[in-house]
């Protein structure tokens, strides 16, 4: 059962479960996640993540729009017992609404996107990236300084590039991204 954040950190075990993430965790504005058992916790966004959020958001919202599924942006996604995400971006399609509750997303999304910051960069191009390969689930990692993407899909040994001008296609969402518009200077 999934509870609701409450209480300060205190003593932690070595290992903890998706059940503990939610019973310790503090909700403040710093990212809290649980990586195989261990609790990381990362700073704030800078600005420019927060502003290419945004405009992925917009982009996504088009599969909201055509009732096709629904987009989160920070929400804490269980992937397993012992491994609790907080991408930047998520969508579920509208079929598999279940998996969506109160306090979590508990399985994988179809899609989880993820902007790379000088703090998280390694993070998410290693241990999240591979978490997400063994879950099933399309991964963007959208690099600032590329600047790219790099599209990971289920299955595949390695990621696809796509750099401005060109546009990110998704047939598997049947969504486009107009990645010059994504990485336009503010």
Do not use: C
Request: glycine share 6%; proline share 10%.
């Amino acid at each position: 059962m999934i509870h609701e954040r409450r209480g300060p950190m205190q003593d932690q075990p070595d290992h903890l479960t998706a059940d503990d993430y939610f019973r310790v965790t503090p909700p403040d504005v710093r990212r809290w996640e649980l990586l195989g058992g261990v609790l990381v916790v990362s700073p704030s966004p800078w600005m420019w993540h927060q502003e290419l959020v945004k405009r992925l958001l917009r982009a996504l919202l088009a599969l909201e729009d055509r009732g096709l599924g629904r987009v989160w942006t920070d929400p804490n996604v269980v992937l397993g017992e012992r491994d609790v995400v907080e991408p930047d971006v998520v969508y579920v399609r509208a079929e598999r609404r279940q998996i969506v509750e109160e306090h979590a997303i508990l399985g994988p999304p179809d899609l989880v996107v993820e902007v790379l910051s000088p703090s998280t960069r390694r993070r998410d191009l290693t241990v999240k990236r591979r978490l997400y390969a063994r879950t099933g689930v399309l991964y963007w990692a959208v690099d600032p300084k590329g600047p790219h993407v790099e599209v990971f899909r289920p299955g595949a040994q390695r990621g696809v590039v796509v750099a401005p001008p060109d546009v990110l296609r998704e047939p598997s969402l049947d969504l486009e991204v107009d990645l010059a518009a994504l990485f336009a200077p503010l």
